[in-house]
């Protein structure tokens, strides 16, 4: 009887021991998660990403010139087909080009700017054919039907050619890097189907950052009229 008493006796102080171990486990795995659970997870700083603002320093001024020599300001002609309506554009507002070869009169303002051989010349015609509205940038020489039926667009270079020779509107066979459009002619065609004047607008430009991510120019170097209808 003494010997199973022991034994019982040994059995409970194991029984007791493991208890207490459980125990302690136990409560060892509640301050765990409690220290988890008091533990804040570190505030992340916003980082705000910021677009690069787009600023212009194009210095340069540019106009529309009717005949090479007079600042367009509010143009009308009569809307008859089978008809060239002709612009050219210099590096200025003055109200009146000084006479000369074209060349040199668009040398003559061309040289008051710096580093003015990074700039090109494009133009934006908009203008509505009853509620559907047409807007395209040109930037180089495209399809000159672009606008067909209502009109086509030819492009000039005035200034790389040579003084007192014939020269024709640039084609995509014969344009190269350092041509200027430095004018523009319409070809009216099927007019009487526009019903809203033409705005044509001149810009100046450098690179691919003075348009949109529509491909609209955004910048200030630019002159815009409207072809007003009599």
Known sequence: MCRHRKI??????????????????????EEIKKEK????????EEVKIEEEKYVDDNPITIGLYEDYSTLVKDYYTDKTSLKDLFFSAFYTNDESIVQGYV??????????????????IGYTISFYVGDEYISKTITEITDEYVFNPYFYVYLYDDVNQEIGAW???LTKDDVKDYNLFTSIKLYLVEIDKVTSPIE???????????????????????????????
């Open 103 to 120: 060349k040199n009169r668009f040398l003559n303002y061309m040289n008051n700017y710096e580093n003015v051989n990074d700039y090109k």
């Open 200 to 230: 044509l607008t001149v810009f100046t430009y450098d690179t691919e950052d003075d348009f949109d991510d529509k491909g609209n120019y955004r910048g200030n170097s630019k002159y815009t009229i409207n072809i007003n209808w009599n």
């Open 8 to 29: 019982n006796k040994k059995i409970q102080v194991i029984l007791l021991l493991g208890f207490l171990i459980l125990t302690g486990c136990n409560s060892k795995k």
């Open 37 to 44: 659970k008091e533990i804040k997870p570190q505030e992340q």
């Open 167 to 169: 020269y024709s509107h």
